[in-house]
T-cell receptor, first 113, second 114 residues
């Protein structure tokens, strides 16, 4: 009965590779998010989807491409991985109304060698 | 523009002491929402509290309490009788009424020493 789940939990890969991270929520929310947390613990939003529609697209390299097959899933594909992509990536979900709390997945720790 | 400032980067206290984590925010919205999240060493982000801008009542939940002061744009978090399990990074966050984004502060790393 996990609310927001992400796979994989850890991802170690070589520079230049392509990788995907998957996220699923079973809270019945209509909005999902991807955040990046850097080594200094700073959390920054990358993308958000509402009912499969992109609503937030921060200044993120276009090597990052989110995909939402349905409102319960939001995947993140990263092409041509670079050393600077090493971080923890968090998925979150909420209802879109402003007062709603965002609930976070456990995070995916990506290390690019 | 919206901004959240957590001026305390790191705090260490001895177990059983009380500790207050400061959060100051900036927003032009008249309606907005404030949040605190906890990130323990295991890494997950745990929601602690949400406060609406039109509700200035302070809140207490066990050893945790929150002091919302609109006049000073602050939403401080106090842990009473701290325990080692309270050791974590704590994030304050803000969401405006119009936007879809939550803006996070840079976090305060709290060490509770046995």
């Amino acid at each position: 009965d996990t609310a927001v789940s992400q796979t994989p939990k850890y991802l170690v890969t070589q520079m230049g590779n392509d990788k995907s991270i998957k996220c699923e929520q079973n809270l019945g929310h209509d909005t999902m998010y991807w955040y990046k947390q850097d080594s200094k613990k700073f959390l920054k939003i990358m993308f958000s989807y509402n009912n499969k529609e992109l609503i937030i697209n921060e200044t993120v390299p276009n090597r990052f491409s989110p995909k939402s097959p349905d409102k319960a899933h939001l995947n993140l594909h990263i092409n041509s991985l670079e050393l600077g992509d090493s971080a923890v990536y968090f998925c979150a979900s909420s209802r879109r109304t402003p007062q709603e709390t965002q609930y976070f997945g456990p995070g995916t720790r990506l290390l690019v060698l | 523009a919206q901004k959240v400032t957590q001026a305390q980067t790191e705090i260490s206290v001895v177990e059983k002491e009380d500790v207050t984590l400061d959060c100051v925010y900036e927003t032009r919205d008249t309606t907005y929402y404030l949040f605190w999240y906890k990130q323990p060493p295991s890494g997950e982000l745990v929601f602690l509290i949400r406060r609406n801008s039109f509700d200035e009542q302070n809140e207490i939940s066990g050893r945790y309490s929150w002091n919302f002061q609109k006049s000073t744009s602050s939403f401080n978090f106090t842990i009473t009788a701290s325990q080692v399990v309270d050791s974590a990074v704590y994030f304050c966050a803000l969401r405006g009424f119009e936007g879809d984004k939550i803006i996070f502060g840079k976090g305060t790393r709290l060490h509770i020493l046995p």
